[in-house]
T-cell receptor, first 112, second 115 residues
């Protein structure tokens, strides 16, 4: 079982570049979400999805887009990277309401 | 508003000491879920425990135990006889009922266990 797979593990971007962080899960989970982790701030929710075709904003959505065309995949797009988006990004999925989230191993993004 | 507070930013103990990590939460919901996650130096997030708001029974798993008290809105985590491998950042989190994959995290407590 692969669980939640995130790619890439590391990425360096220049200001203004765009990119997509990939997230895939093989557990047939309905719920998927993206978080960013910054020092001293815990993890903050960027976007989430409760099923294919349904997405919604979290606490810090500005500068990011998501789509959910399949149950398995939930990519996160950075439209025009900014230094403030330097962070560690985690994708997560869960089976049903109230169940634990399963996290990917994270993507460390640096924007220069 | 929903909020999770972990007032202890860093804790340092010597191996074999007991240590308690505090977690206080705020919610007006009657149905909710509480979690603890461990983030070792390697960076992944490891699920430790889940509690729903109707289950106040304390839980013990090996050297780990959790004390859930709705009266004080607290969900504290105790490690007995700490070991160096317990060194990690620990996060407490709150999930509201019927809110999809939305987890509200505390800021985390960095535990350092020295030999």
């Amino acid at each position: 079982n692969a669980g939640v797979t995130q790619t890439p593990k590391f990425q360096v971007l220049k200001t203004g570049q765009s990119m997509t962080l990939q997230c895939a899960q093989d557990m047939n989970h309905e719920y998927m979400s993206w978080y960013r982790q910054d020092p001293g701030m815990g993890l903050r929710l960027i976007h989430y999805s409760v099923g294919a075709g349904i997405t919604d904003q979290g606490e810090v959505p500005n500068g990011y887009n998501v789509s959910r065309s399949t149950t398995e995949d939930f990519p996160l797009r950075l439209l025009s990277a900014a230094p403030s988006q330097t962070s560690v990004y985690f994708c997560a999925s869960s089976y049903a309401d109230g169940r634990p989230l399963h996290f990917g191993n994270g993507t460390r993004l640096t924007v220069t | 508003a929903q909020k999770v507070t972990q007032a202890q930013t860093e804790i340092s103990v010597v191996e074999k000491e007991d240590v308690t990590l505090d977690c206080v939460y705020e919610t007006r919901d009657t149905t909710y879920y509480l979690f603890w996650y461990k983030q070792p130096p390697s960076g992944e997030l490891v699920f430790l425990i889940r509690r729903n708001s109707f289950d106040e029974q304390n839980e013990i798993s090996g050297r780990y135990s959790w004390n859930f008290q709705k009266s004080t809105s607290s969900f504290n985590f105790t490690i007995t006889a700490s070991q160096v491998v317990d060194s990690a950042v620990y996060f407490c989190a709150l999930r509201r009922h019927n809110q999809g994959g939305k987890l509200i995290f505390g800021q985390g407590t960095e535990l350092s266990v020295k030999p």
